[in-house]
């Protein structure tokens, strides 16, 4: 008896980490939800985690604490990881058969057929409710903000059919931590979360930008729209554009919240680290634009260690 032949492996989308521990490790039956959930591709996680964590820190500058609240700050990453994969599976869900026509993304969980479309929705919703029960542990002034947000999550993936700023909506949304994580420490907001929002919005333009020039033929083809395709050849301009307009709300919101040289620093670094971005940004190169995109989680740490320092030293 001749043995049963085993399936063709599904090979990784092209932004994949190359040897991530999903398409290595994790258990056969589990890799497509997990892919479904970009956990092979974490810099989404830390680009929704970072605002939640300066918003929180600015917070604790602002207070004058004496150390961050460590607690709060894991329940951001949980929440961070949990409602980034629900975003993602509910996009797809949307995007299923954009997805099919579009090389960089054919090979996702719902065109490639590793995960139903049904199965998908419920998945989404399943890691949308562990998100809620992160939130119970907030102040109610905080739980009803974060709520709020799931408005601009629903119709995020709908943009880029109507609008060439599908990214300032997406701006908008991933990053209402920087709303949240101030709200949590103090029941309220004010103006130096509103900065810091306004800033990461910014900063989300850019690099979402970077991020679309990957997909401009496919998406130009498909009729959809992005900043990509409005921006064009002067793409790299309205990048440094965005970016200068994201280091200088950014100290604003420093100045606001009564922040110190540490964070000021960290502005001023994660600045150099746009800079870099720019000057040597090709965007009719794939990789290029896929690494400087990633180097933001190098940007956001910068940022991140300027406040902990502060809260710590000040």
């Known amino acids: 008896m001749s043995p049963v032949p085993t399936p063709p492996a599904i090979p990784a ?7 991530n521990w999903v398409d290595t490790l994790a258990p056969s039956v589990l890799r497509p939800y997990l892919r479904l959930a970009r956990v092979d591709r974490p810099i989404g996680t830390w680009l929704l ?15 004058k604490a004496d150390a961050p609240h460590f607690g709060y700050l894991l329940l951001f990453a949980i929440g961070a990881f949990v409602m980034r994969g629900s975003g993602c599976a509910y996009n797809d869900y949307i995007d299923r058969e954009l997805d099919a026509k579009v090389e960089r993304t054919r090979n996702r969980p719902i065109p490639s057929g590793q995960v139903g479309p049904a199965a998908a929705l419920l998945f989404a919703v399943a890691l949308a409710f562990m998100g809620l029960a992160v939130l119970v542990w ?13 408005v601009l999550v629903a119709i995020y993936p709908f943009m880029k059919r109507l609008t060439y700023w599908p990214q300032l909506i997406l701006g908008l949304a991933f990053n209402w931590g920087a709303l949240v994580g101030w709200s949590a ?3 309220s907001l004010a103006l130096a979360p509103m900065l810091l929002y306004a800033g990461s919005v910014m900063w989300t333009l850019g690099y979402d930008t970077i991020y679309a020039h990957q997909d401009a033929e496919d998406d130009l083809m498909a009729g959809l729209r992005s900043t990509a395709l409005r921006f064009g050849e002067t793409s790299p301009l309205w990048v440094a554009a965005f970016y200068g307009a994201t280091v200088l709300l950014w100290a604003l919101a420093g100045l606001k919240a009564g922040a110190h040289l540490p964070f000021f620093i960290g502005v001023t670094l994660a600045g150099a680290q ?36 502060d809260v710590v030293l000040y």
């Open 185 to 187: 420490m103090t029941g």
């Open 13 to 19: 989308v092209p932004d994949a980490v190359r040897g």
């Open 274 to 309: 746009f800079a870099w971005q720019v000057a040597t940004l090709d965007i009719h190169d794939t990789a290029n634009c896929l690494a400087r995109f990633r180097s933001n989680r190098s940007a956001g740490a910068i940022l991140f260690a300027g406040l902990l320092t």
């Open 49 to 63: 985690l970072f605002p939640c964590w300066w918003s929180q820190l600015l917070a604790d500058i602002h207070l």
């Open 138 to 150: 907030f102040n109610s002034f905080t739980i009803a903000l974060a709520i709020g947000s799931l």
